[in-house]
């Protein structure tokens, strides 16, 4: 069966892809089967990848709506924009929960120019200069241009010394972040020039995807309990991490709700912090 892809491209379709992004998210091979066996009658010749994934992702939340959190994983990121803002304060809030410290928003005086830095990671005797370019378009890919660019920056800031973390410290090294995905090329531009790049596929084994999955660090965006006017006050009150949601449940307030409908999104953010998956 012919299908077309996000890029509105024609490909076949390959039902053990669907099965690996199911079983990637948790799903038993029980309901992997159910689900597939629902949706195929409506998959359909010239069916869209995005409407297989919606089908797929209504079938899931009947199984568990943490199962169909994870499965949205990627949605869940786009909907850290339009802007971005929230996808760099998402990002700082994983470089803490996997043992840096972080700053954003800060005023760096380079050697020709004043730049606006995204993150500033810390850990052991490196500085991170990490920027971050959110894409609206999940399959967007990041030119190479953008590593050349932050390459630049990162040698305009090179060689001194910053009030950072309360010392006085250098960059090091620098990170290339996005939700979406990396063209060859820049692939090949970072791993010549040490610049490290992360991106929804890129490290193979340890990509955005596998990143969050292991270490449960999952945005609020994700929560299948929540509509979009919800996850978006929880933004506003620096709220990011499912985690900080369900370590801070008073966050809940903000919402208006009754006492069932808060259990029901903390049942649903307990399921995603318990289960980790490997890849």
């Given at each position: 069966?012919k299908i077309?892809?996000?890029?509105?491209?024609?490909?076949?379709?390959?039902?053990?892809k669907?099965?690996?992004?199911?079983q990637?998210?948790?799903?038993?091979?029980?309901?992997?089967?159910?689900?597939?066996?629902?949706?195929?009658?409506?998959?359909?010749?010239?069916?869209?990848?995005?409407e297989?994934?919606?089908?797929?992702?209504?079938?899931?939340?009947?199984v568990?709506?943490?199962?169909?959190?994870?499965?949205?994983?990627?949605?869940?990121?786009?909907?850290?924009?339009?802007a971005?803002?929230?996808?760099?304060?998402?990002?700082?809030?994983?470089?803490?929960?996997?043992?840096?410290?972080?700053?954003?928003?800060?005023?760096?005086?380079?050697?020709?120019?004043?730049?606006?830095?995204?993150?500033?990671?810390k850990?052991?005797?490196?500085?991170?200069?990490?920027?971050?370019k959110?894409r609206?378009?999940?399959?967007?890919?990041?030119?190479?241009?953008?590593?050349m660019?932050?390459?630049?920056?990162?040698?305009?800031?090179?060689?001194?010394?910053?009030?950072?973390?309360?010392t006085q410290?250098?960059?090091?090294?620098g990170?290339?972040?996005?939700?979406?995905?990396?063209t060859?090329?820049?692939?090949a531009?970072?791993?010549?020039?040490?610049?490290?790049?992360?991106?929804?596929?890129?490290p193979k084994?340890?990509?955005?995807?596998?990143?969050?999955?292991?270490n449960?660090?999952?945005?609020?965006?994700?929560?299948?309990?929540?509509d979009?006017?919800?996850?978006?006050?929880?933004?506003?009150?620096?709220?990011?991490?499912?985690?900080?949601?369900?370590?801070n449940?008073n966050?809940?307030?903000v919402?208006n709700?009754?006492e069932?409908?808060?259990s029901?999104?903390?049942?649903?953010?307990?399921?995603?912090?318990?289960?980790?998956?490997?890849?």
């Open positions: 069966m077309k892809n996000n890029a509105g491209e024609i490909v076949e379709f390959e039902i053990s669907l099965e690996n992004s199911l990637n998210s948790g799903a038993d091979e029980n309901s992997i089967k159910k689900v597939i066996d629902n949706i195929l009658p409506n998959c359909i010749e010239g069916v869209t990848t995005r297989i994934y919606k089908l797929a992702f209504d079938e899931l939340k009947k568990s709506n943490s199962v169909a959190a994870r499965y949205s994983l990627k949605k869940a990121l786009l909907e850290l924009g339009p971005g803002f929230y996808f760099e304060q998402w990002i700082a809030r994983v470089f803490q929960n996997i043992g840096y410290k972080t700053e954003t928003g800060q005023l760096i005086k380079g050697h020709a120019v004043t730049h606006e830095a995204d993150v500033i990671a850990k052991d005797e490196k500085t991170y200069w990490v920027e971050c959110f609206n378009a999940e399959d967007t890919k990041i030119s190479v241009t953008t590593p660019y932050v390459l630049s920056r990162i040698k305009d800031i090179s060689e001194i010394k910053y009030n950072l973390f309360g410290t250098e960059f090091t090294d990170w290339l972040i996005t939700n979406t995905y990396f060859k090329d820049s692939v531009f970072g791993e010549y020039y040490g610049l490290r790049l992360l991106s929804w596929d890129y084994d340890k990509n955005i995807k596998s990143l969050v999955d292991q449960a660090l999952y945005p609020v965006t994700c929560l299948t309990t929540l979009g006017k919800q996850k978006q006050k929880l933004l506003e009150k620096k709220c990011v991490l499912v985690k900080e949601l369900f370590n449940q966050l809940l307030d919402l709700l009754d069932a409908r808060k029901e999104i903390l049942k649903e953010a307990k399921e995603l912090l318990v289960i980790k998956i490997s890849e």
